[in-house]
């Protein structure tokens, strides 16, 4: 009988020690896995923010200070890389996190930049077509008035010349 509570001992022991060498290496396995993931989803956030902010600089934005913190953000995704590549699960998905708040913060202000430099670029578009408009309409006004003086004055001219008769005729 003690042989058989050895026996059943001991095979529960070896069950148990497999079962948490097995479950341990599946939580390490996930954890890598949702750090890789993390890293993946870094990486497309600096992306996203890296094209938000040059859609912003085409349009006439002031890009310079998104410039710097999508430097950080391209920082933070290295360190999570290499983190990564280290084996360090925990390391790599905090720096893949910071990244990704910093990149969707770029993004954002990006897309701000963007439709403040449309908008300002619209209303300057208005105001020179509405200038334009108005100094059209001022100099066609100021050149009807300048012809109708100088047709007064070229008729009151004209009308005043006395008439002269000259002969071609030599004898």
């Known amino acids: 009988m003690l042989k058989r509570v050895l026996r059943g001992s001991v095979s529960f022991l070896l069950f148990l ?3 948490g060498l097995f479950s341990h290496g599946a939580f390490v396995v996930r954890g890598a896995d949702e ?8 990486d497309v956030a600096v992306r996203q923010a890296f094209n938000a902010t040059l859609d912003a ?3 006439g934005a002031n890009v310079s200070g998104l410039i710097l913190r999508l430097n950080e953000a391209g920082d933070a995704l290295r360190e999570a890389e290499n983190a990564l590549r280290d084996g360090n699960s925990s390391e790599a998905a905090g720096k893949a996190s910071q990244c990704i708040g910093i990149a969707e913060s770029v993004k954002g202000d990006a897309d701000v930049l963007k439709a403040s430099a449309l908008d300002g670029a619209r209303t ?3 105001a020179s077509l509405t200038f334009s408009v108005v100094g ?9 008035l300048v012809w109708r003086r100088f ?3 070229y008729n009151r001219k004209v009308l005043g010349m006395k008439l002269e008769v000259v002969s071609d005729a030599e004898d």
């Open 17 to 19: 020690a497999l079962a």
């Open 35 to 42: 750090a890789s993931s993390t890293v993946g989803e870094a």
């Open 57 to 59: 600089e085409r349009a």
């Open 124 to 126: 300057v578009f208005w």
């Open 136 to 144: 059209l309409a001022v100099f066609v006004v100021v050149l009807v």
């Open 151 to 153: 047709k007064r004055g």
